[in-house]
């Protein structure tokens, strides 16, 4: 069994650090491919980015179907190419917010470029679901978080939320 990785949570300062480039065809980058794909589908979540797991690398997972037949992406130096002039407006969640849910506008569609795990070069373009996943995800390469697309008084309403729920836990475990 594949070993599950802590998931941190705001407020640590590694969630607000830009992650570095990784070399394709590092065996380290496969095993911890592995390691988030089985730390996202346990969460549960649809994708996770390095940087959530304490590690400041360019590396995201994603996976919009884990209900179904299971279709993992793992998306190494991953940059958006090209966006759509068209927003589209979804509720997003964070693997690294728990239970903090918000309405955020992105473009409806991007272009992704990044490498797999054998160096090749891949491209898709997104929408949906898939596409503000991916926009999600690699804004967390950049220190970026879904709370940062919202309005102030928004964000601070969440963050207090979540300050308040994790403090409650700590207590409970002890």
């Known amino acids: 069994m594949t070993e599950i990785l802590p998931i941190l949570y705001v407020p640590d300062p590694r969630l607000r650090t830009k992650a570095k480039p990784v070399a394709a065809g590092d065996s380290r980058i496969a095993e911890l491919s592995e390691r988030m794909l089985a730390t996202m589908y346990k969460a549960p979540g649809i994708g996770l980015a390095a940087p959530q797991v304490g590690e400041l690398l360019r590396l995201v997972v994603v996976d919009i179907r884990p209900d179904e037949k299971p279709d993992p992406m793992v998306l190494l130096n991953p940059e958006i190419t090209a966006e759509s002039q068209e927003l589209a407006t979804r509720e997003e969640g964070c693997l690294s917010l728990p239970n903090q849910y918000a ?12 490498q797999d795990l054998t160096g090749a070069r891949k491209e898709i373009e997104a929408e949906g679901l898939l596409a503000a996943c991916l926009q999600h995800e690699i804004d967390h390469l950049d220190g970026v978080l879904f709370v ?9 309403m969440l ?8 403090k409650a836990k700590e207590r409970e475990a002890m």
């Open 103 to 114: 309405d955020v506008t992105r473009p409806a569609r991007v272009k992704v470029r990044w």
């Open 148 to 156: 940062d697309h919202v309005s102030a008084l928004k964000r601070n």
């Open 159 to 166: 963050l207090r939320k979540l300050a308040k729920e994790l």
